[in-house]
């Protein structure tokens, strides 16, 4: 079973710039995940979608954060204008159900590793 | 809101030392708990999950994690580390409510051949 796919794996950008990434979950699975990770510290939600819609977006920035899931398979997350405080990992996970399915569990792609100068 | 606390934050082991990594949680009710490990250049992966019933669970790799419900505890154990134990473990917990899963800072553990 392939896993999810993220891309660019690295991402190098001034500041002000804009920048975006792409996932594409595990096949069939109806819940994405967007996590940033920044150097020493755990990942933290961004932004949730089932199927097509959003779940949960109470931590993405959204003056310059956005993600769209359009046709409930894979997904971007974008970052305009990007800040020196964006250099972080930027994950994207995957799972079975979505909300409320209490056996359910993540699937972690490679993640984009951003640098900000 | 919920969160999670990861006490050690870099631990340095000799091979086939044992292994405790500690972690604690806070939200009152129910929980599902999970650890993460990331060797270094790969992504994260799912080392063992906690949903319900027996509070001590087995992993991969002959790790194994234990519930405390009345500590709000989920530690990580292994009884003989290898070099290629060499990694960051990450705690995580996420609330029946949802499907929102919150992490610990994680844990860099090196393990000296």
């Known amino acids: 079973e392939a896993g999810v796919a993220q891309s660019p794996r690295y991402k190098i950008i001034e500041k002000r710039q804009s920048v975006a990434f792409w996932c594409n979950p595990i096949s069939g699975h109806a819940t994405l995940y967007w996590y940033q990770q920044i150097l020493g510290q755990g990942p933290k939600l961004l932004i949730q979608f089932q199927n097509n819609g959003v779940v949960d977006d109470s931590q993405l920035p959204k003056d310059r954060f956005s993600a769209e899931r359009l046709k409930g398979v894979d997904s971007t997350l974008k970052i305009q204008p990007a800040k020196l405080e964006d250099s972080a990992v930027y994950l994207c996970a995957s799972s079975l159900f979505g909300s409320g399915g209490s056996t359910d569990t993540q699937y972690f792609g490679p993640g984009t590793r951003l640098t900000v100068l | 809101a919920q969160s999670v606390s990861q006490h050690n934050h870099h631990v340095i082991l000799s091979e086939a030392a044992s292994l405790e990594l500690g972690c604690n949680y806070s939200y009152g009710g129910t929980v599902n708990l999970f650890w993460y490990v990331q060797y270094p250049g790969q992504h994260l992966q799912l080392l063992l999950k906690?949903?319900?019933?027996?509070?001590l669970v087995k992993g991969i790799k002959g790790f194994e994690a234990e519930f405390i419900k009345s500590k709000f505890s989920f530690n990580l154990r292994k009884p003989s580390v290898q070099w290629s134990d060499t990694a960051e473990y990450f705690c995580?917990?996420?609330?029946?409510?949802?499907?929102?899963?919150?992490f610990g800072g994680g844990t860099r553990l090196m393990v000296k051949p």
């Open positions: 906690y949903f319900s019933g027996d509070p």
């Open positions: 995580a917990v996420k609330n029946n409510a949802g499907n929102m899963l919150t």
